[in-house]
């Protein structure tokens, strides 16, 4: 079955790029979109963005200024970045398999463990 | 942008119990978009519920999901202990509500 894993440096400073990988095993990232979502500590689950397999992205609005994702698909490797960070983007970070009915996403079905990333100086 | 409402923020049940958990988009959501997550303290959330009604693979058949145009319904007829919990709806992939806290009374 398919597995998602996440890595990167679990300590940003503030004002840079928070940069994290998701290493898809098991399966292709072909046909499917990858979506990123964090959590603040002891809050909810925040929406990143999603990228399809073909290239197309979507992002939410209040972080699109900021964000990029993106896929190598020879690698099998989702990417997300996120600049000039700052304390309010410390968080666990989820990478996430989602399924679509047409081009319009419905869900996620897989999730990696998620990895913690804390912004600070 | 369509904002979801769960209610209530925090339900207290004891095991036996129906739990009903709500969740309220501000513009109508196509029930085919509609997903419900469950998540335990230190874990990634887990997919329950999709297109409304459907239940995922391995969730059992105590976990239900109803509803249309702007209310949603997450309903555990019988709770276990394991179903003690945070659980989130969201839409179209994108968006969740805010969380409902299921704790033991």
């Known amino acids: 079955q398919v597995q998602l894993q996440e890595s990167g440096p679990g300590l940003v400073k503030p004002s840079e790029t928070l940069s994290l990988t998701c290493t898809v095993s098991g399966g292709s990232i072909s046909t499917y979109y990858w979506t990123w979502i964090r959590q603040p500590p002891g809050k909810g689950l925040e929406w990143i963005g999603y990228?399809?397999?073909?290239?197309?992205?979507n992002y939410n609005p209040s972080l699109k200024s900021r964000v990029t994702i993106s896929v190598d698909t020879s690698k099998n490797q989702v990417f997300l970045k996120l600049s000039s960070v700052t304390a309010a983007d410390t968080a666990v970070y989820y990478c996430?398999?989602?399924?679509?009915?047409?081009?319009?996403?419905?869900?996620?079905?897989?999730w990696g463990k998620g990895t913690t990333v804390t912004v600070s100086s | 942008e369509i904002v979801l409402t769960q209610s209530p923020g925090t339900l207290s049940l004891s095991p036996g119990e129906r739990a009903t958990l709500s969740c309220r988009a501000s513009?109508?959501?196509?029930?085919?978009?509609l997903a419900w997550y469950q998540q335990k303290p230190g874990q990634a959330p887990r997919l329950l519920i999709y297109?409304?009604?459907n239940r995922a693979s391995g969730i059992p058949v105590r976990f239900s999901g109803s509803g249309s145009g702007t209310d949603f319904t997450l309903t555990i007829s019988r709770l276990e202990p394991e179903d003690f919990a945070v659980y989130y709806c969201?839409?179209?992939?994108?968006?969740f509500g805010q969380g409902t806290k299921l704790e033991i009374k």
């Open positions: 996430a398999r989602s399924l679509t009915v047409g081009w319009l996403v419905t869900h996620v079905d897989v």
């Open positions: 990228m399809s397999y073909s290239g197309s992205t």
């Open positions: 297109g409304t009604s």
């Open positions: 969201q839409q179209y992939g994108t968006s």
């Open positions: 513009h109508s959501v196509s029930s085919s978009y």
